[in-house]
């Protein structure tokens, strides 16, 4: 096992232990790429969603919320493409019976070719020191310069594959490129099919085909629906946003990395409505604001990086995702898609319905251009817990597991711990929890030793355990310890709110 699997393992398994995350109706033996979130996810999930509307809604004057249903005309999928297109190339090996995505193995090919050339780099980096000239090692090296041919060729050729939907040619690169089956190691592969990842339902008591309604792929097309009215009640001029957050359902081929890739999961957009021939403007802002809005999390820079789109989907001009660095390496996180007039102007289509703005500046009628910033919710969830979950050995020689979640995203912020369970600590204790429980989430915890309790909240990531101690009772001060560095200050009673709300408060991610 690698360490990244390795450390996945443990972080899965912390989720479940300390409340964050189940596995779907887990006495039926769970349910393939379903998770439910416990008391500790439910309040992280609540924090992050609260940090993305705010940012998105409250902190910007012209963008709006909406809340669609998941339910929508199946009208809807045809005009936005999802009904035709909206497939995964699959693959069966013949040996393991293991189905995989095509585009995914070629993708895995190419990334086991970058990790070649980046190992490359590494050795020679420490080998020169200080004198290393990375530009031009990579322009030199014949190996290197071996394998970015390789994957300048495959991408040549998978590309445009992909794009004109030629399975033939994509079956018959992962036989050249001699891919095999991880779980086989044999070559032995059917052909390669399209399958559609929207689930369907019916409708109502009739059984007809008309009837045959789908579970939302994504939100964003109940945004694109609702832009005319959003914009007329709300009197918005361009440029607006709508924002969104809510479930979306896609029967994932391969489900697997844990809450990485669900069926079943929830989502962040925000559509972004410009004049025509802005969109490139709004494109480059909002690709920096999403950066930004990351980085005030505070979790370093370092893990994540932008990823411009090779193969850009139909309806887009300009594509990058935002990856996070995932145990299992670096993935998609957000997405950020200038997406034309593709979708208004296909909904006007199907619909017969004009989706159009009369600009008052311009005097001319037209539809909108989108630029849309897409967040997976749960995905984000992952990055957070991955980032925070730590393991340290003390001065003690003891070992901790903490997990260092940014303070104001934790699930609780404050735990009131009376040292011992007599002589009115325990009173004194629930006084204190009744203060702050108004203002923060709180957690009153008397059982165990208190050494326990610190290590319980460590590992539920409480920033802040105030602990009632028998000065307590004589001069109304409380210790306040810190999660992170174990220091301790004694403080009085009347300052504790002060001093969690100053370091636990959400601060938005200003511009320069
Ligand atoms: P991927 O290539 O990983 O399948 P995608 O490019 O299809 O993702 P989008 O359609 O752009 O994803 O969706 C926007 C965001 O929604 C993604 O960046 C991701 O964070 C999230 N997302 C998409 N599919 C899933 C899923 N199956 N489970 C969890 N989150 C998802």
Not at 25 to 47: C, Q, R
Not at 184 to 192: A, E, L, P, Y
Not at 419 to 438: H, N, Q
Not at 453 to 463: E, I, K, L, S, V
Request: net charge neutral; glycine share 6%; with cysteine.
């Amino acid at each position: 096992m690698t360490k990244g699997e390795d450390l996945f393992k443990k972080i899965t398994a912390h989720c479940k232990e300390y409340g964050f995350i189940f596995p779907s109706s887990e006495i039926y033996d769970g349910l393939s790429a379903v998770y439910d979130y416990g008391h500790n996810g439910t309040e992280l999930k609540n924090n992050i969603k609260d940090y993305w509307w705010k940012s998105m809604v409250q902190y910007h004057e012209n963008i709006v919320g909406l809340d669609s249903a998941i339910f929508m005309h199946p009208a809807v999928w045809k005009a936005s493409g999802h009904v035709d297109a909206f497939n995964d190339p699959l693959i069966d090996n013949k040996d393991s019976k293991k189905r995989y995505r095509a585009d995914v193995l070629i993708e895995d090919h190419i990334a086991k070719l970058e990790d070649k050339i980046n190992k490359e780099v590494a050795k020679a980096s420490k080998r020169f020191g200080d004198s290393f000239d990375e530009v031009m090692f990579r322009n030199t090296n014949p190996r290197v310069q071996a394998n970015l041919n390789k994957i300048e060729e495959i991408k040549s050729r998978f590309v445009p594959a992909m794009e004109q939907g030629k399975l033939d040619e994509i079956k018959a690169l992962i036989e050249e490129l001699e891919i095999a089956c991880p779980v086989s190691g044999s070559r032995n592969w059917t052909d390669v099919r399209q399958f559609n990842l929207m689930f369907s339902t019916k409708m109502g008591s009739s059984a007809d085909s008309a009837s045959e309604i789908y579970l939302r792929p994504e939100t964003a097309q109940g945004i694109f629906v609702n832009y005319l009215n959003v914009q007329k009640t709300g009197r918005k001029k361009l440029p607006f946003g709508i924002a969104q957050i809510g479930k979306a359902f896609r029967n994932e081929i391969i489900a697997r990395q844990f809450i990485f890739r669900m069926r079943e999961f929830e989502q962040m957009e925000m559509q972004f409505f410009v004049r025509p021939g802005d969109e490139h403007k709004w494109y480059e802002y909002w690709k920096d604001e999403r950066m930004r809005w990351h980085m005030a999390m505070g979790i370093p820079e370092s893990h994540f990086r932008i990823h411009k789109h090779d193969k850009l989907a139909h309806y887009a001009n300009a594509a990058v995702d935002i990856e996070f660095d995932f145990p299992f390496g670096f993935r998609e996180l957000e997405g950020i898609h200038s997406r034309t007039d593709f979708d208004l102007g296909a909904h006007q289509k199907h619909s017969g319905k004009k989706l159009q703005y009369f600009d008052p500046e311009t005097r001319e009628s037209y539809v909108p251009y989108v630029v849309e910033t897409s967040l997976g919710l749960d995905r984000l969830f992952l990055a957070i817990v991955s980032y925070a979950y730590t393991e340290e050995t003390l001065e003690d020689g003891s070992e901790r597991v903490v997990m260092k979640i940014p303070p104001a995203l934790a699930p609780t912020k404050v735990a009131v711990l009376p040292l011992v369970k007599k002589d009115g600590l325990p009173e004194k204790g629930r006084e204190v929890f009744d203060m702050l429980k108004y203002d923060f989430s709180c957690q009153y915890e008397e059982k165990d030793a208190i050494g326990r309790r610190y290590r319980r909240q460590d590992a539920a990531g409480t920033p802040y355990c105030i602990t009632i101690d028998h000065e307590t009772l004589e001069n109304n001060t409380v210790t306040v310890r810190e999660r992170d560095s174990m220091k301790q200050e004694r403080v009085d009673i009347e300052r504790i709110a002060e001093i969690v709300r100053e370091r636990t408060v959400l601060r938005p991610a200003k511009r320069p």
